[in-house]
């Protein structure tokens, strides 16, 4: 079975840093592309980044480009995101997602982790 | 960036009704569409991909269809489980966008 479990969510102030990871588990990480997507509190959901399998292609939303880090380490099956200069708008519910096939649907999410940005 | 725009932001029906969501693409994106269910506190669930495929175990009642900008998610005949909200999403692009989301809700 496919699982995706976020962790390092919690409570930052503005300009502070975090990083999430998310361990993959039930199929061969290095094969498939993944993604970061995020829900701010009552709102819709919000593509924020995207990995190929290997690393050597990575896009950002415009919202985070500059701030944000997303990275890969296929020995340890692990996704992450590094998150620096933090603002309000970046608290949310943050998934990340697992591509069908390259840039295609997202076929497996994980529960989420929760990022509040507050002073 | 493609922007996409689902309608009616929310839909108010009951069980056995026939739904119809709409979501419109900026550019043309082919079929190149999924549409995904989320309900309070839940990550979201594929049901349609590539704008008219079932994701497998999704039951029959959802359908989608279109291509190039415009695009349809219908539920044949809305049950309990069904209500919730229903995002849109274009795959044309590394950048992948949703849709604001259509939240259905009984009537």
């Known amino acids: 079975e496919v699982q995706l479990v976020e962790s390092g969510g919690g409570l930052v102030q503005p300009g502070g840093s975090l990083r999430l990871s998310c361990a993959a588990s039930g199929f061969t990480f290095s094969s498939y592309s993944m993604n970061w997507v995020r829900q701010a509190p009552g709102k819709g959901l919000e593509w924020v980044s995207y990995?190929?399998?290997?690393?050597?292609?990575?896009y950002y939303a415009d919202s985070v480009k500059g701030r944000f880090t997303i990275s890969r380490d296929n020995a340890k099956n692990s996704l992450y995101l590094q998150m620096n200069s933090l603002r309000d708008e970046d608290t949310a519910v943050y998934y990340c997602a697992r591509d069908w096939q390259p840039v295609h649907h997202f076929d497996s999410w994980g529960q989420g982790t929760l990022v509040t940005v507050s002073s | 960036d493609i922007q996409m725009t689902q309608s009616p932001p929310t839909l108010s029906a009951s069980v056995g009704d026939r739904v119809t969501i709409t979501c419109r693409a900026s550019?043309?994106?082919?079929?190149?569409l999924a549409w995904y269910q989320q309900k309070p506190g839940k990550a979201p669930k594929v049901l349609i991909y590539k704008a008219s495929s079932l994701e497998s175990g999704v039951p029959s009642r959802f359908s989608g269809s279109g291509s190039g900008t415009e695009f349809t998610l219908t539920i044949s005949s809305l049950q309990p489980d069904d209500f919730a909200t229903y995002y849109c999403q274009q795959y044309n692009t590394y950048s992948r966008t949703f849709g604001q989301g259509t939240n259905v809700e009984s009537k």
């Open positions: 550019q043309s994106i082919s079929s190149w």
């Open positions: 990995i190929s399998s290997s690393s050597s292609i990575i």
